[in-house]
C-alpha cells in the first residue's frame, strides 16, 4: 500500500469518527432507573397514600379498615413535620375555641389534634377523643395521661353514632375522615343535635388535587361538604381558612 492510499483511508476515517461524534442518536443516554428502583418509588407512594387515607379514620365509609396497631400509625400520624401542612394551630384558631369549652375530636386516631384543643379549652374546658377503635382510645388515654391531660376523656363510638350526649358540645373537629363516614346526611342531623346553641362542626379533608390522601375517586368536594352538612341542619360554608392540601368546612346551628 503506497503512501497516498494510507493517507486517503486516514481522511476517510477521520471524516466517519467526526459524523459519529455530531450524530445525537450516538449520544450517551442518562441510565433508565432499574425496575427494582422504580417498583420501589411506586411502593413508597401507595404506602404514603394508603397511612393517609387511613389517617383519623375508623369509621367505615369505602373502606371499613380495623386499626390494630396504634404504635406504628402515629409514626406517621403524629409525626411533627404534618404541622407543616396541617397547620393545627390556625385550624384550632379559625375553631373559636376558649377556656372552659367542649369539644369532641371524632375519628381522633392517634391523637394528632388533641394536645391543641386541650390547651385551647384549657383545665376547666374538655376534649372528648371519639373513635370505634378501642386500640386508639387506648393509645389516646397513655397519650393524655403523659402529658397530664385531664380534660381528655375517650369515647367509644359507632359508625353512625358519635356516643355524645345532646346539647354537649360546642365544636365538633372531624379531620381527614369525612369521606369515610356513610350516610354523611343522616350523620350530619346526629352531628346538630349533639351541638349546644351556638355550636359548629369543623370538617377538614383532602382536596381534590393533594399530592397525598384517599384515592381521587373517593375525594370530596368542598362543596359537596356543605350540601351534606346543610341537609343536616346546618347552616354551612367552605371556610376562608387555606392549607396546603385540604380545605375546611365549617357547619353551624343556625
Known amino acids: 500500500m503506497n ?9 476517510c476515517a477521520a471524516i466517519c469518527l467526526t459524523a459519529a461524534c455530531s450524530n445525537p442518536r450516538s449520544a450517551e443516554r442518562p441510565a433508565k432507573p432499574s425496575y427494582d428502583d422504580e417498583r420501589a418509588h ?3 407512594h401507595r404506602q404514603e397514600h394508603a397511612s393517609d387515607d387511613e389517617h383519623a379514620s375508623g369509621h367505615g365509609g369505602h373502606h371499613d ?3 390494630t396497631d396504634p404504635e406504628k400509625l402515629a409514626d406517621d400520624w403524629n409525626d411533627p413535620a404534618r404541622d407543616r401542612w396541617q397547620r393545627p394551630e390556625a385550624v384550632v384558631e379559625a375553631m373559636g375555641l376558649d377556656s372552659g369549652m367542649t369539644v369532641a375530636d371524632v375519628g381522633v386516631g392517634t391523637g394528632y389534634f388533641v394536645p391543641h384543643l386541650a390547651e385551647a379549652v384549657g383545665s376547666e374546658g374538655r376534649v372528648f377523643a371519639v373513635d370505634i377503635e378501642r386500640s386508639m382510645l387506648d393509645y389516646v388515654e397513655n397519650l393524655a395521661a403523659e402529658r397530664g ?8 363510638a359507632q359508625k353512625t353514632n358519635t356516643n355524645l350526649d345532646a346539647d354537649s358540645v360546642d365544636r365538633i373537629l372531624i379531620v381527614n375522615t369525612w369521606h369515610h363516614i356513610p350516610n354523611r346526611e343522616a350523620y350530619s342531623r346526629h352531628l346538630r343535635e349533639r351541638l349546644t346553641e351556638g355550636g359548629s362542626v369543623w370538617i377538614v379533608d ?5 399530592p397525598r390522601g384517599p384515592p381521587t375517586q373517593h375525594r370530596l ?3 359537596e361538604v356543605v350540601g351534606e352538612l346543610e341537609a343536616g341542619g346546618l347552616d354551612a360554608e367552605h371556610h376562608s381558612l387555606e392549607l396546603p392540601r385540604q380545605y ?3 357547619g353551624r346551628v343556625d
Open 3 to 11: 503512501v497516498s492510499t494510507r493517507l486517503a483511508m486516514a481522511v
Open 42 to 44: 411506586d411502593s413508597k
Open 65 to 67: 379498615k380495623r386499626f
Open 149 to 156: 391531660l385531664e380534660q381528655v376523656e375517650t369515647v367509644m
Open 206 to 210: 383532602y382536596t381534590r388535587d393533594s
Open 221 to 223: 368536594d368542598p362543596e
Open 248 to 250: 375546611v368546612v365549617v
